[in-house]
């Protein structure tokens, strides 16, 4: 009875259908733990099993019950006969019905066994080498599966079938699997599993040109074919490049999940396993794929597509999604270890705001703690740590500090005692807690798998969180214990943990102990305020940290090649379900120069979570560090992040709703695209930008993928056609962005930080395209879980112009009074009508007074867009009539000047500027008062260009401060803004031509 012990408890309450197929020999008992072959005959089933046949075509619906339909194409020939079946020689077949997951399909072979069981969309395969009476915890899966609605089974030429409307799977002999897709496409075609020692190896095969994505987070490139990783969270801190080395494996963050591309059908495998494992990606042997695990199982999910972003969605119900964080967390955030005293982390706020660089989140390192023991403050350098936190709170920044999960080993420290009371510590063996050294010396550890453990540290959590915290940093959770204390870098994996209630050992669970940290810091905010979505960015991680925790790169070195790295890991982050990702601005060991830290500036503009932060004992990594370019740069980046935050925002709540990344692979959108199945080096932000960043040192100019459709670059309006690589120009503060048509953005002005008061206007740019495309707007409160509202918006461009449509809206949220500002992009010919909810609106005299009214249209000639603005309300219908034909892909654009100039600028002198784009020509103008000028500059758009101010000659040319030699400035081809420059002196002054 041991076989069908183990079947009950690994797929759930089974009813166990009275039939048994025998095909050759019986198994041996003991290579099956006990079981025998008449583990599920007659006289074995209990009195209330039900009864099915195993007839070729028989099926089962939701509910248990047989009803007969044809199978689907891509489930074999069914058939009925038994005794010997070809290719499975000796296979003895017990059939469960009736599991909260489904049917469950269990094969005992000769040394192995294997278990299917049928979810809808998903197949659970487990297979092992005999019987346990617990079968393998589940860590990944945390939403046991949804039965498939229905199910076909049978023997067939290979051996026993399983199928579902999405896969069938075949036991073959020795207890090989093999699935094939509803397309017919083999998405898993694996051999027996294997042991050496405590090691079980699964073994795939896998064609040339098979992609493989997620993983958690590597190094190196997007498409992780060809690559072996080792998934076992590990601080792989190297003092030798101040953080962790370029080609280091593994890093803190494991994820046994992968989106397999076959022939342009996606799928899906999952490995619940949180033990150390091992996935070689056809790196050892060009034709196969392996998994090596210590866990006597191998368990594995296997998730139909046929697209990734349905892969994604079936896997994060499974594993969870990112709860929607509070708004203020998509804003920019600003750390470093060393912002001590209390003066100095205040003064970091008081600098920001002075010099207008949005910001919302400051952050604590280990620097603020009293001798680095976790929930305390150094009550010399923070002596205050309320009034401290209250008045940041009060100019907008909220504060997050860090809490390690080593607890100093301190007899009479309230916090240690409390945990000891507890029995929350991990503990040998014998009984003993486990000792290891961190950054307060001698501590001991949580065994977060423990729930009275979870308990006690959301209890200090929740009371550090009272006193003004709003967020929690977790560091050093993989969990680090430092070489000084021995056996390596983490907890001994013989160590016992609680399993919560199942005793296991750390080595089981070492993977999976960041995610039950933060659900007990998650625990702890909530229950510190239940008003409040609760804030958690964690450096370790497992299948399902996202419902709990953002997460980042770790200990990113400042150097290109980190630079590189970090784009490809938050798209494999994303791929595997962690849509909240972010890295280090800057790099974590310093030493950033000025360009390294523009272009990183750049990337975090664009990533889902954006923090710059920097280790102790090195210069600062603050916006301003770099000098007035990378200032100036950075604001720009700031600016653009804030006014795309109802975007932003809008993009998270889909990701708490469906799993999809925020930040995204071009792949995930253009599947059948060979050249996007590669690309690692751009993204999607959401479905409608392409956002390209720059990440080569010295780099003047950088080629951009663009897939099919039509594309405009977003700030100028340039069109290209796709598919098309181009060649985008670039300077400093360049990061090529591409708008896809047909899009809808929701854009605000930028505030100084993201819960500021709801701006009076709010814009949608939007890109028609022939035919309709679908847009929409999430809103809320920004925090808590009051009312939201969803707004879905159409867009339908035609031969004569374009409509834009507000649909119903779903949710019970208010949105704020306001002007709707439309912006209809690329109208190279003068609008004829506008109309509003069938009426006519009256044209504007320019589109300054549109923006100044809030009312009528006007048309943009140099920007060309056709500006709208009304009064905001539901179900709102806009028309407007106007050619939508586009004369030239790039027209030349008037850029606007205005400088200020130094005082005593002869009012006779007639100011000129001159450009890389004509040969430097001097161009006239107009001074618009005693110390002011104006004028524009017809330059190519959507490109990058050079330029300086003079007399009208070079001998008068501009100077910087003290009479130095002014580097050229640069600009870039686009009607907006305008550009504000000032000049300080000239040469006629400092050093006059003879």
């Known amino acids: 009875m041991a076989a069908r012990t183990s079947r009950s408890r690994a797929a759930g309450a089974l009813l166990l259908v009275s039939l048994t197929l025998?095909?050759?020999?019986?198994?041996?008992?003991?290579?099956?733990?006990?079981?025998?072959?008449?583990?599920?005959?007659?006289?074995?089933?209990?009195?209330?099993?039900?009864?099915?046949?195993?007839?070729?075509?028989?099926?089962?619906?939701?509910?248990?019950?047989?009803?007969?339909?044809?199978?689907?194409?891509?489930?074999?020939?069914?058939?009925?006969?038994?005794?010997?079946?070809?290719?499975?020689?000796?296979?003895?077949?017990?059939?469960?019905?009736?599991?909260?997951?489904?049917?469950?399909?269990?094969?005992?072979?000769?040394?192995?066994?294997?278990?299917?069981?049928?979810?809808?969309?998903?197949?659970?395969?487990?297979?092992?080498?005999?019987?346990?009476?617990?079968?393998?915890?589940?860590?990944?899966?945390?939403?046991?599966?949804?039965?498939?609605?229905?199910?076909?089974?049978?023997?067939?030429?290979?051996?026993?079938?399983?199928?579902?409307?999405?896969?069938?799977?075949?036991?073959?002999?020795?207890?090989?699997?093999?699935?094939?897709?509803?397309?017919?496409?083999?998405?898993?075609?694996?051999?027996?599993?294997?042991?050496?020692?405590?090691?079980?190896?699964?073994?795939?095969?896998?064609?040339?040109?098979?992609?493989?994505?997620?993983?958690?987070?590597?190094?190196?490139?997007?498409?992780?074919?060809?690559?072996?990783?080792?998934?076992?969270?590990?601080?792989?801190?190297?003092?030798?490049?101040?953080?962790?080395?370029?080609?280091?494996?593994?890093?803190?963050?494991?994820?046994?999940?992968?989106?397999?591309?076959?022939?342009?059908?996606?799928?899906?495998?999952?490995?619940?396993?949180?033990?150390?494992?091992?996935?070689?990606?056809?790196?050892?042997?060009?034709?196969?794929?392996?998994?090596?695990?210590?866990?006597?199982?191998?368990?594995?999910?296997?998730?139909?597509?046929?697209?990734?972003?349905?892969?994604?969605?079936?896997?994060?119900?499974?594993?969870?999604?990112?709860?929607?964080?509070?708004?203020?967390?998509?804003?920019?955030?600003?750390?470093?270890?060393?912002?001590?005293?209390?003066?100095?982390?205040?003064?970091?706020?008081?600098?920001?705001?002075?010099?207008?660089?949005?910001?919302?989140?400051?952050?604590?390192?280990?620097?603020?703690?009293?001798?680095?023991?976790?929930?305390?403050?150094?009550?010399?350098?923070?002596?205050?740590?309320?009034?401290?936190?209250?008045?940041?709170?009060?100019?907008?920044?909220?504060?997050?500090?860090?809490?390690?999960?080593?607890?100093?080993?301190?007899?009479?420290?309230?916090?240690?005692?409390?945990?000891?009371?507890?029995?929350?510590?991990?503990?040998?063996?014998?009984?003993?807690?486990?000792?290891?050294?961190?950054?307060?010396?001698?501590?001991?550890?949580?065994?977060?798998?423990?729930?009275?453990?979870?308990?006690?540290?959301?209890?200090e959590v929740k009371e550090n969180a009272l006193r003004g915290l709003r967020g929690v940093w977790l560091d050093v959770n993989e969990p680090t214990v430092f070489p000084e204390s021995g056996g390596g870098q983490s907890v001994d994996d013989d160590v016992v943990a609680d399993g919560d209630g199942a005793p296991t050992t750390m080595g089981a669970v070492h993977n999976a102990y960041a995610v039950y940290e933060a659900k007990a810091t998650f625990d702890g905010l909530a229950a510190a305020h239940p008003d409040r979505r609760p804030f958690v960015l964690s450096r370790a991680g497992f299948a399902g940290i996202q419902r709990y925790a953002a997460v980042w790169t770790g200990d990113a070195p400042s150097t290109w090649t980190s630079l590189r790295n970090t784009l490809p890991m938050l798209l494999n982050l994303g791929m595997s379900g962690v849509p909240f990702v972010g890295s280090d601005v800057g790099g974590y060991s310093g030493g950033a120069t000025p360009e390294l830290y523009a272009r990183w500036m750049a990337l975090g503009s664009v990533s889902p979570f954006f923090r710059a932060h920097v280790t102790s004992g090195v210069a600062g990594q603050e916006p301003w560090a770099f000098g007035q370019e990378v200032a100036d740069l950075s604001r720009v980046h700031l600016e653009r992040r804030y006014a795309l935050l109802p975007y932003l925002y809008t993009l998270f709540d889909e990701a708490a709703r469906t799993g999809a990344p925020v930040l995204r692979p071009l792949v995930w959108h253009f599947q059948d695209d060979v050249v996007a199945q590669t690309l690692g080096d751009q993204a999607m932000l959401g479905p409608d930008l392409l956002v390209a960043p720059v990440v080569t040192e010295g780099a003047t100019t950088r080629q951009v993928y663009l897939p099919a459709g039509r594309w405009f670059e977003l700030a100028s309006g340039a069109a290209y056609d796709g598919p098309t690589t181009i060649t985008a120009s670039l300077r400093l503060q360049a990061l090529p962005i591409y708008v896809r048509a047909g899009a809808i953005l929701p854009t605000q002005q930028p505030a100084q930080t993201a819960d500021a008061p709801p701006p009076g206007r709010l814009t949608l740019d939007v890109y028609p395209t022939s035919g309709a495309t679908r847009g929409g707007l999430y809103e809320d409160a920004g925090d808590g879980a009051g009312p939201s509202r969803r707004a879905p918006f159409e867009l339908v461009g035609d031969p004569g112009g374009a409509s834009l449509t507000a649909l119903p809206s779903a949710g019970d949220f208010p949105p704020p009074a306001r002007t709707l500002l439309v912006r209809f992009h690329r109208v190279d010919h003068a609008p004829t009508a506008v109309t509003l909810d069938g009426a006519a609106v009256a044209p504007a005299a320019s589109v300054d007074a549109v923006l100044a009214d809030g009312a009528g249209w006007a048309w943009d000639a140099a920007d060309l867009a056709l500006v709208v603005a009304f009064a905001d309300h539901p179900g709102f219908a806009l028309d407007a009539r106007y050619d939508p034909a586009i004369t030239l892909p790039g027209p030349d654009v008037a850029v606007p000047l205005a400088l200020k100039l130094p005082d005593g600028t002869p009012a006779e002198v007639v100011v000129h500027v001159a450009a890389d784009v004509d040969g430097w020509a001097f161009h006239p103008l107009q001074r618009t008062s005693e110390d002011h000028a104006a004028g524009t500059l017809l330059v190519p758009r959507g490109?990058?260009?050079?330029?300086?101010?003079?007399?009208?000659?070079?001998?008068?040319?501009?100077?910087?401060?003290?009479?130095?030699?002014?580097?050229?400035?640069?600009?870039?081809?686009?009607?907006?803004?305008?550009?504000?420059?000032?000049?300080?002196?000239?040469?006629?002054?400092?050093?006059?031509?003879?």
């Open 22 to 459: 025998l095909w050759g020999a019986c198994p041996d008992d003991a290579a099956l733990g006990g079981a025998d072959a008449d583990a599920a005959t007659d006289s074995d089933a209990p009195s209330d099993t039900a009864s099915a046949d195993g007839t070729a075509g028989d099926t089962l619906g939701a509910d248990g019950a047989a009803t007969p339909s044809r199978p689907p194409a891509h489930c074999p020939p069914l058939d009925d006969a038994l005794g010997r079946v070809a290719g499975a020689p000796s296979v003895t077949v017990h059939i469960a019905v009736g599991g909260e997951e489904g049917l469950t399909v269990v094969a005992l072979c000769d040394s192995s066994r294997a278990e299917i069981t049928a979810g809808d969309g998903v197949l659970r395969v487990l297979r092992s080498f005999g019987v346990s009476d617990d079968g393998p915890a589940r860590r990944a899966v945390s939403t046991p599966m949804s039965p498939a609605p229905q199910v076909w089974y049978g023997a067939s030429a290979e051996g026993y079938t399983l199928c579902t409307a999405e896969l069938a799977a075949t036991v073959r002999d020795g207890c090989a699997v093999r699935v094939v897709a509803a397309s017919g496409a083999v998405v898993l075609d694996g051999a027996a599993i294997t042991r050496t020692g405590d090691t079980v190896v699964a073994d795939f095969a896998t064609p040339a040109g098979e992609r493989f994505y997620g993983f958690g987070e590597h190094q190196g490139a997007f498409d992780r074919r060809g690559t072996t990783m080792v998934q076992w969270n590990t601080d792989a801190y190297d003092s030798r490049y101040g953080g962790y080395a370029p080609d280091t494996d593994p890093l803190y963050l494991s994820v046994p999940f992968f989106v397999g591309l076959r022939d342009g059908a996606a799928y899906g495998v999952l490995f619940d396993d949180s033990h150390r494992l091992e996935l070689d990606m056809a790196d050892s042997r060009s034709d196969r794929w392996a998994l090596r695990t210590r866990q006597g199982y191998v368990d594995q999910y296997v998730i139909a597509g046929p697209t990734i972003p349905e892969v994604v969605r079936r896997f994060t119900a499974l594993s969870g999604r990112t709860p929607l964080p509070p708004r203020w967390s998509l804003g920019f955030h600003q750390s470093r270890w060393g912002y001590s005293p209390a003066s100095a982390f205040a003064a970091v706020g008081a600098e920001l705001r002075a010099r207008g660089l949005p910001a919302d989140g400051l952050w604590l390192d280990i620097q603020h703690l009293d001798g680095f023991r976790t929930f305390t403050w150094d009550p010399t350098s923070f002596p205050d740590p309320e009034a401290l936190l209250a008045g940041l709170e009060s100019d907008g920044f909220k504060t997050i500090a860090i809490s390690d999960p080593g607890i100093k080993l301190d007899p009479g420290w309230d916090v240690y005692d409390a945990g000891l009371a507890a029995n929350a510590y991990l503990k040998w063996p014998n009984g003993e807690v486990f000792v290891g050294a961190v950054w307060p010396g001698d501590s001991v550890f949580p065994d977060f798998t423990l729930p009275a453990a979870r308990a006690w540290w959301a209890a």
């Open 943 to 994: 490109q990058w260009f050079d330029y300086k101010y003079s007399w009208g000659d070079w001998c008068t040319v501009e100077k910087w401060p003290d009479c130095a030699e002014a580097a050229n400035r640069y600009a870039f081809g686009a009607a907006h803004p305008v550009k504000q420059d000032e000049v300080f002196t000239w040469r006629a002054w400092c050093d006059p031509c003879p």
